[in-house]
Nanobody, 131 residues
Framework: QVQLVESGGGSVQAGESLRLSCVAS????????MAWFRQAAEKEREVIAS???????????WHSGSVRGRFTVWQDSPNNTLYLQMASLNSEDTAMYYC?????????????????????WGQGTQVTVSE
């Protein structure tokens, strides 16, 4: 059974940075896809970053236009942890952030794909940015 546990959220001022972590247990990285989603109040959940692990090793990452250049996704597979480094935060980044995972994926089914592609979810961690 795959379990995902996020941490690192909090309240910050605009312009500051945060790093979110997602510890995965029972998850196979090779050929799998992990992603960060966020859901702001009264808005739909949106994917902001995805990372695919090739069967032959190495990863491929995707970031949405709203965070590209400010957020970076990467994973530390030996330590079973997915990260999201967030910089230059602004009030529009205020949301609940979720980690998601799916084994047996492909790059085409990973990069920028929505909720339906992921079978495993964390409980979320809240990020609040004050201007």
């Amino acid at each position: 059974q795959v379990q995902l546990v996020e941490s690192g959220g909090g309240s910050v001022q605009a312009g500051e940075s945060l790093r979110l972590s997602c510890v995965a247990s029972g998850y196979t990285y090779s050929g799998g896809c992990m992603a960060w989603f966020r859901q702001a109040a009264e808005k739909e959940r949106e994917v902001i970053a995805s990372i695919y692990t090739r069967w032959t090793g190495g990863t491929m990452a995707w970031h949405s236009g709203s965070v590209r250049g400010r957020f970076t996704v990467w994973q530390d597979s030996p330590n079973n942890t997915l990260y999201l480094q967030m910089a230059s935060l602004n009030s529009e980044d205020t949301a609940m952030y979720y980690c998601a995972a799916q084994s047996g994926s492909t790059w085409g089914r990973c990069a920028g794909r929505g909720e339906s592609e992921f079978g495993y979810w964390g409980q979320g961690t809240q990020v609040t940015v004050s201007e």
